[in-house]
């Protein structure tokens, strides 16, 4: 067990709608990373933020946007989904503010399937 | 696109025999990561090297590191079936927008341990 949390462990759902993804980091953790798996891209960086404050864009899309709480939780929100969105939704968490030179700890997906 | 590629992209292999990954990764780095992954699931940090280090060992895993080469090598000795996992190198990169780093991850190395 990473520690990391994330809910709902599957989504389907339609095209056109929204759907908000759940992470809850680890302990004592501050940034939270959210990465998007599919098999024809990869594993695909997608925002990390860091005590609430966006640190870093990977290759997120403008229906996607990203928000951590003061409770350092952080939401994925989709939206306009299309079938292309299928996908496993990871969330990581690290002590690591810039440089990443420390180990992320990842939650066990949201997988997401868009009909 | 990718920062770290892994070579190769499948490998098979008996119980008991050693597999070696590769990972080739394109900008300069402060430390390489290598992750595993049990099919669907999320992804487990194994051992991270610093740019200043050759080589590190934990367990019967053996990565080295050649900043010249820009290339990495991760050795699992004596390999079990329960190792049959996607391995992933990563590195941090710089995101899109803010210049800040990231964990970028290479498109991975299925192994097989056939027992």
């Known amino acids: 067990d990473s520690g990391v949390t994330q809910t709902p462990k599957h989504l389907i759902t339609a095209t056109g709608q929204r759907v908000t993804l759940r992470c809850s980091p680890r302990?004592?953790?501050?940034?939270v990373y959210w990465y998007q798996q599919s098999l024809d891209q990869g594993l695909q960086f997608l925002i990390h933020y860091y005590n609430g404050e966006e640190r870093a864009k990977g290759n997120i899309l403008e229906r996607f946007s990203a928000q951590q709480f003061p409770d350092l939780h952080s939401e994925l929100n989709l939206s306009s989904l299309e079938l292309g969105d299928s996908a496993l939704y990871f969330c990581?968490?690290?002590?690591?503010?810039?440089?990443?030179?420390?180990?992320?700890?990842f939650g066990q997906g949201t997988r997401l399937t868009v009909v | 696109s990718q920062q770290g590629e892994e070579d190769p992209q499948a490998l098979s292999i008996q119980e008991g025999e050693n597999a070696t990954m590769n990972c080739s990764y394109k900008?300069?780095?402060?430390?390489l990561q290598w992750y595993r992954q049990n099919s669907g699931r999320g992804l487990v940090h194994l051992i991270l090297?610093?740019?200043?280090?050759r080589e590190k060992h934990s367990g019967r895993l053996r990565v080295t590191l050649d900043t010249s080469k820009k290339s990495s090598s991760l050795l699992i000795t004596a390999s079990r079936a329960a190792d049959t996992a996607s391995y992933f190198c990563a590195t941090p990169q710089e995101g899109r927008d803010t210049g800040r780093r990231a964990l970028t991850f290479g498109s991975g190395t299925r192994l097989q341990v056939q027992p």
């Open positions: 900008t300069s780095i402060n430390n």
């Open positions: 990581a968490s690290s002590p690591s503010t810039t440089d990443m030179n420390t180990e992320a700890f």
């Open positions: 090297i610093r740019s200043n280090e």
């Open positions: 302990s004592g953790d501050l940034s």
